[in-house]
């Protein structure tokens, strides 16, 4: 398999924490969005989106978005699972996760920061304070849903991390980046702590890929 992925890309570092977690190998093809390399034809051939991560599972096929990929490989490769077994479990983590994934990274994501700079005027300081206005009301609401009936445990849903943590991981990475407000994030912290003393979770981080250096 073939990751094309950018260090700090929110949606490739769901996937890369996915694999980690499934223990797969895989090659990994940077893409520097700051160098507008998802721009070129070569990569748009690959993803007319022209977003990462792209995930080539050989050369006839080619899957997008983070979330279709994770589930692609929770499906082929069950263990250990990334939902639960039962269709409420399934449904409330994919809640979770759609609520970071749909609700707050679309408003934070390079582009948009790019078009707000570049397109609309905006000064490093508006960006920001947009950015810092979506992250922390956002994951306000996400540290809300925390508390609204799901199984004890020590990540989102139970004791074992899910796509929901999946989720949630890159966004507090990004959010801490972003200087953001997390002190009244207590459960989200903790469960940010809890994953990131795993190793699936270490090997997946920014820091840790080539294109970092």
Sequence with gaps: MRLHSYFRSSASYRVRIALRLK?????????HLVKKEHLVAQFRALNPDALVPVLQLDDDHTLTQSLAICEYLDET?????????????????RSLALSIACEIHPLNNLRVLRYLTDEVGASEEVKNRWYRHWV?????????????????????????PTLADICL????????????????????????????????FQLAAPGAQPDAA
């Design 136 to 160: 922390e009301s956002g994951l306000l609401a996400f540290e809300a849903q925390l508390g609204q009936n799901l199984p004890a445990g020590r990540f989102c849903y139970g004791d074992a």
């Design 77 to 93: 490769i069950p263990e250990p699972p990334l939902l639960p077994a039962d269709a409420w479990g399934r449904s409330r983590v």
């Design 23 to 31: 223990g797969l190998e895989y090659e990994y093809c940077p893409v």
């Design 169 to 200: 991981v890159p966004q507090i990475f990004n959010a801490l980046r972003f200087q953001c407000d997390l002190k009244p994030l207590p459960r989200i912290m903790e469960i940010y702590e809890t994953c990131m003393a795993l190793e699936a």
